[in-house]
Every structure is written in structure tokens, then in C-alpha cells.
């Protein structure tokens, strides 16, 4: 079964820095797409950015300039480097990966807390 693991979320000051890993249990290759989507209280789960093959990158345009998102495909990881963090980007934050026989989605992280104190 496939597994997503995400760490690096924690407590931050605005205008600071994190940067979430997202681990899976085989190659990234394998997934035609991954990404990083986040869920605040009361909102839908919406997407952040996403990395593709080429590497082909998207990202929301909230997040646009601040977020970077890259990967190591030896260590089968997928990092989001965010920078000059708002009170607005508290959210939990979920790593997505699709597989090239699925639809949207297959599989989902555990999801890591990123709060954002003002």
C-alpha cells in the first residue's frame, strides 16, 4: 500500500519560513502528479501547488512567490519551501499524490499543522 508522510509543519511568526517533506513509500516517478493541498477550519481542502514529470510546477496564486515547490527523487520526496508566511496560510497541510490509472487524488498524507502567529 502506498504511504504519504509529511512532516516539517509547526508554530511560525509572519514573514517566516517552514519547509514540509512529504515522503512516499516508492518512487515518485511512479505518480503522474503530486502536490501539496491545505484545509483551514470550516473551509474546503484546496490546492496549494503541484509538481509534474518535467518537473512541471502550478501553484494557487495566494501562494504565488512565496511557495516553492521541488522534489529528490532518490530520497522519493516531495519538499514545499514557503517563505514570508501570513496568518492566513494557518491551515493543515496534506500531500496528494495521483497515480497514471486514477482519476483525481489516490492517495493522502496524514496532513501536518502550519500555524501562522501575527
Known amino acids: 500500500q502506498v504511504q504519504l508522510v509529511e512532516s516539517g509543519g509547526g508554530l511560525v511568526q509572519a514573514g517566516g519560513s517552514l519547509r514540509l517533506s512529504c515522503a512516499a513509500s516508492?518512487?515518485?516517478?511512479?505518480?503522474?502528479?503530486m502536490g501539496w493541498y491545505r484545509q483551514a477550519p470550516g473551509k474546503e481542502r484546496d490546492l496549494v501547488a503541484t509538481?509534474?514529470?518535467?518537473?512541471?510546477?502550478n501553484y494557487a496564486d495566494s501562494v504565488k512567490g512565496r511557495f516553492t515547490i521541488s522534489r529528490d527523487s532518490a530520497k522519493n520526496t516531495v519538499y514545499l519551501q514557503m517563505n514570508s508566511l501570513k496568518p492566513e496560510d494557518t491551515a493543515v497541510y496534506y500531500c496528494?499524490?495521483?497515480?497514471?490509472?486514477?482519476?483525481?487524488?489516490?492517495?493522502w498524507g496524514q496532513g501536518t499543522q502550519v500555524t501562522v502567529s501575527s
Open positions: 496528494g499524490a495521483r497515480t497514471y490509472s486514477g482519476g483525481a487524488i489516490d492517495y
Open positions: 516508492r518512487s515518485i516517478f511512479s505518480f503522474n502528479r
Open positions: 509538481i509534474t514529470g518535467g518537473p512541471t510546477t
